[in-house]
């Protein structure tokens, strides 16, 4: 079956150093999703990309679509303690509504 | 608007019980989702279901799982005689149609289910 994953699982920053974590699905994706979570948190959506080769920010989050839409990065600048959590990539697999999720990377920043 | 609602936050069963979690979708949206999460994993989808139906329970186990979503009331995920193996977190999504390009699903708060 489709399968999404990540790199890094974990990955520990001093603050105001760049964060960057990698997204690889097995099958091409209609779309790409982002998610954060905050420890003992829920996934809250933070972006979705859907063309090949896009590339959107938020702020000091940039989140990129690679052109053969298999691939996707998000990049944090001068991460800061708020940026702390998992953040996980998602796409959709065979049927709609069955998103499939990375196994997240463990973002820790030190003050 | 009230966001996704999920009771309980937290769960103990002992082993063998039953266990109920349940999930009111966000006003206006009809379209159900659960995910399974172990500690330090990503969200498995388990099923989606809309009003009185099942829509694709592919990642449900086949034993011991249900799920449903009546006209009336949240769904329910019923998980009956659980063992160990069924701790983790469950956390429902739902989205106002079918989730895809243009329809973002919003996540529950989570039920942390821990079995004794």
């Known amino acids: 079956g489709q399968q999404v994953m990540q790199i890094p699982q974990y990955q520990h920053v001093q603050e105001g150093e760049d964060f960057t974590t990698y997204c690889n699905s097995s099958t091409t994706l209609s779309n790409i999703q982002w998610y954060k979570q905050r420890p003992g948190g829920h996934p809250v959506f933070l972006i979705q990309?859907?063309?090949?080769?896009e590339v959107k920010k938020q702020k000091r989050l940039t989140f990129q679509f690679g052109e053969a839409k298999k691939n996707s990065s998000l990049h944090i600048t001068a991460t800061q303690t708020t940026d702390v959590g998992t953040y996980f990539c998602?796409?959709?697999?065979?049927?709609?509504?069955?998103?499939?999720f990375g196994k997240g990377t463990k973002l820790s920043v030190k003050p | 608007n009230a966001g996704v609602m999920q009771n309980p936050r937290h769960l103990v069963r002992r082993r063998g019980q039953e266990a109920r979690l349940r999930c009111s979708p966000m006003k206006g949206h009809s379209h159900v989702y659960w995910y399974r999460q172990l500690p330090e994993e990503g969200l498995k989808f388990m099923v989606y279901?809309?009003?009185?139906?099942?829509?694709?329970e592919s990642g449900m186990p086949k034993e011991r799982f249900s799920a449903e979503f009546p006209k009336e009331g949240p769904s329910i995920l019923r998980i009956q005689q659980v063992v160990r193996g069924d701790s983790a977190a469950y956390f429902c999504?739902?989205?106002?149609?079918?989730?895809?390009?243009?329809?973002?699903?919003?996540f529950g708060p989570g039920t942390r289910l821990t079995v004794l």
């Open positions: 999504a739902s989205s106002r149609a079918l989730a895809d390009s243009y329809n973002e699903q919003f």
């Open positions: 990309l859907v063309k090949s080769g």
């Open positions: 279901l809309q009003k009185e139906n099942i829509i694709d």
């Open positions: 998602a796409g959709y697999g065979g049927s709609q509504g069955n998103l499939i």
